[in-house]
C-alpha cells in the first residue's frame, strides 16, 4: 500500500484555493484536511510556502507520430516522462488514420505505442476519410473503447485533411454518439495555393512558411467550422487557436450561445513570428508548425481570450523533430516536418508569464491547464481535482523556485527549445502520478509502462441543445 502526506501547502484547485494537507493512498487521494496524520510507512513531502495542484493534462501532444514523410523524436516514454517533469500527468494524444486505413486498426496501433507511456495517456481519432465503417467505428471507438473526441484536420491537402463533406458526415455522427468533434482550423486549399505562390516569388527558406498560413487562412477554417457545428448543433473544440482571426469566431459564436470550445497553445503565447526570419535555417525550421507563430498583437488577444473565458485549454502540440528531420526542408519550406516541443515547459511558461504578471489567478492557472481539459473530455473529477477520490496525479509547485529553459537541460529527445533561454519562476518541485513520486527536485523517476489509458466516456442527454435546432428550423410567423 502506497501512502503520500502532502503536508502544509495551499491546495489550488478551479474554484478556490487553502491551505490543507492531502493525504493520498494507493493511487488516489483518501483525504483533504488540516493535520492529518501520515499512516505508517507514509512518505511524507512537506509543502510548505507551496502550492498543491492538480496535475496539468495536456490535451494536445503527438507521441511518436508518424508524419510527412517522418517520426517524431519522442516516443511515449521520452514524451510523458518530459511531461512528469514538468509537472504534467495525463496527456491526451491522437490516433491519426491514413486515409482509407480502417479507424479500429490505426486506434490499436496507436494502443501499442502507448504502452511505454510513464503517465497517464487518452486519445482523440482523427476522421481523415469517409464511409459507412468509418461511421461504424466511431461508435465502437466511443462506446467501447472510452474515445469521446475527434479530430479534423482542415489542413495537410493530399494527406490527412478532411474535406467539408467529411466534416459534415463526422461532425453529424458524433453528434449522435455524444462526442466531441476537434478541428485543426486552416483552409488547406489556401494553404496549398499560398505555398506555390510564395514558392513562385522565389521564397524557399523558413520565412515563407507563415507567408504561407496568414491569420485568415485560420480563421475562414475556424469560422466555417464553427458554422458547420451550429448547424448541426453539435459542441465544437477548436485545437490550438493561435490568432485574432479565430479567437475572435469562437468569442462571436459563444456570444450567440454557441458551445464553442478553444485551445491555445504555451508556445503561441509567448513565441512571435520574428523567429521564422531567424538567419540560421535550424533555429527557423525548427519554429515551423502549424498554425505559425504569429505577430506579438496575436498573443494579446489569446491571452484576452483564456482571462475572460472564451478560450478554455492550454496544450502543447508536443510534436518533436531534431534538425537532421527539419534538413529535409531545407531548399522548400512546405517540406519541413511541422512541429515544436513543450510538454515538460508548459505549466511553467504559463505560471511565469500568466500568474506571474497578474494575468491569471493561481486558480484559472489550474482551470486552463488541467480542471477545463478534465471536463471538457468528460474525465471530471477523475483528473483535474484535487479532492477526495480523484486520481492523485498531483503538483507541488514552489512559487519561488526558478529556472531557465534549454534544450540542455529538458528530458524530451527533441534536440531544441522554442523556449531556449527564457527565465521562468514557478517550477514543481514533485510530481506525483497515480500516488507515486514520479519527479523530486530535479531527480525524475518516470517508469515505462506505469501510464493507464484512461476512457473517456460519451457526454450525456444535454450535450447539444437539439430543441434550439428544430425551433430554428420551424418556420418562421412571417413565412406561415
Ligand atoms: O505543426 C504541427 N502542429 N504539427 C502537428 C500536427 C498538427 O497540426 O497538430
Ligand atoms: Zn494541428
Ligand atoms: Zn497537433
Given at each position: 500500500m502506497t501512502s503520500l502526506l502532502i503536508r502544509g501547502g495551499t491546495v489550488v484547485n478551479a474554484d478556490h484555493a487553502f491551505v490543507a494537507d492531502v493525504l493520498t493512498q494507493d493511487g488516489k487521494i483518501v483525504a483533504v484536511g488540516s493535520q492529518l496524520t501520515a499512516p505508517s510507512g507514509a512518505t511524507t513531502i512537506d509543502a510548505g510556502g507551496q502550492y498543491v495542484m492538480p496535475g496539468g493534462i495536456d490535451p494536445h501532444t503527438h507521441m511518436q507520430l508518424p508524419f510527412m514523410g517522418t517520426v517524431t523524436m519522442d516516443d511515449f516514454f521520452s514524451g510523458t516522462a518530459a511531461a512528469l517533469a514538468g509537472g504534467t500527468t495525463s496527456i491526451i494524444d491522437f490516433v491519426i488514420p491514413n486515409p482509407q486505413q480502417p479507424l479500429m486498426e490505426a486506434y490499436q496501433t496507436w494502443r501499442g505505442w502507448a504502452e511505454k507511456s510513464a503517465s497517464d495517456y487518452g486519445f482523440h481519432v482523427a476522421i481523415t476519410w469517409w464511409d459507412e465503417s468509418v461511421k461504424r467505428d466511431m461508435g465502437r471507438l466511443v462506446q467501447q473503447e472510452g474515445v469521446n473526441s475527434f479530430k479534423h484536420f482542415m489542413a495537410y491537402k493530399n494527406a490527412i485533411m478532411c474535406d467539408d463533406e467529411t466534416l459534415v458526415n463526422s461532425f453529424q455522427r458524433a453528434l449522435e454518439l455524444g462526442a466531441m468533434p476537434t478541428v485543426h482550423a486552416e483552409n488547406g486549399e489556401l494553404v496549398y495555393l499560398l505555398?506555390?505562390?510564395?514558392?513562385?516569388?522565389?521564397?524557399?527558406?523558413?520565412?515563407?512558411?507563415?507567408?504561407?498560413?496568414?491569420?485568415?487562412?485560420?480563421?475562414?477554417?475556424?469560422n466555417r467550422a464553427i458554422a458547420i457545428a451550429e448547424v448541426l448543433n453539435v459542441p465544437i473544440y477548436v485545437v490550438h487557436v493561435s490568432c485574432m482571426e479565430a479567437a475572435d469566431a469562437i468569442a462571436r459564436a459563444r456570444a450567440r450561445g454557441q458551445r464553442v470550445y478553444g485551445e491555445v497553445l504555451a508556445g503561441h503565447l509567448v513565441v512571435d513570428d520574428s523567429v521564422y526570419r531567424h538567419p540560421d535555417f535550424a533555429t527557423a525550421a525548427a519554429h515551423v508548425m502549424s498554425p505559425p507563430f504569429r505577430a506579438k498583437g496575436h498573443q494579446e488577444a489569446l491571452w484576452r481570450g483564456l482571462?475572460?473565458?472564451?478560450?478554455?485549454?492550454?496544450?502543447t502540440d508536443h510534436c518533436t523533430f531534431c534538425a537532421a528531420q527539419k534538413a529535409v526542408g531545407k531548399e522548400d519550406f512546405a517540406k519541413i516536418p511541422n512541429g515544436t516541443g513543450g510538454v515538460e515547459e508548459r505549466l511553467a511558461v504559463l505560471w511565469d508569464a500568466g500568474v506571474n504578471s497578474g494575468r491569471l489567478t493561481p486558480s484559472e492557472f489550474v482551470a486552463i491547464t488541467s480542471a477545463n481539459t478534465a471536463k471538457l473530455f468528460n474525465i471530471y473529477p477523475q483528473k483535474g481535482c484535487v479532492a477526495v477520490g480523484a486520481d492523485a496525479d498531483l503538483v507541488v509547485w514552489d512559487p519561488s523556485g526558478s529556472k531557465t529553459l534549454s534544450a540542455k537541460t529538458q528530458h524530451s529527445k527533441g534536440d531544441f527549445n522554442?523556449?531556449?533561454?527564457?527565465?521562468?519562476?514557478?517550477?514543481?518541485?514533485?510530481?506525483?502520478?497515480?500516488?507515486?513520486?514520479?519527479?523530486?527536485?530535479?531527480?525524475l523517476r518516470a517508469r515505462a509502462g506505469a501510464g493507464r489509458y484512461i476512457k473517456r466516456p460519451a457526454f450525456g442527454a444535454n450535450f447539444s441543445a437539439a430543441k434550439r435546432r428544430a425551433d430554428a428550423l420551424a418556420p418562421s410567423p412571417v413565412q406561415r
Open positions: 505555398q506555390s505562390e510564395v514558392a513562385a516569388r522565389g521564397i524557399r527558406g523558413p520565412e515563407g512558411h507563415p507567408l504561407s498560413r496568414p491569420p485568415s487562412v485560420e480563421g475562414e477554417a475556424a482571462q475572460a473565458g472564451h478560450l478554455h485549454t492550454t496544450a522554442i523556449f531556449e533561454g527564457r527565465c521562468v519562476t514557478g517550477i514543481p518541485s514533485h510530481t506525483i502520478s497515480q500516488g507515486e513520486l514520479v519527479y523530486v527536485q530535479g531527480d
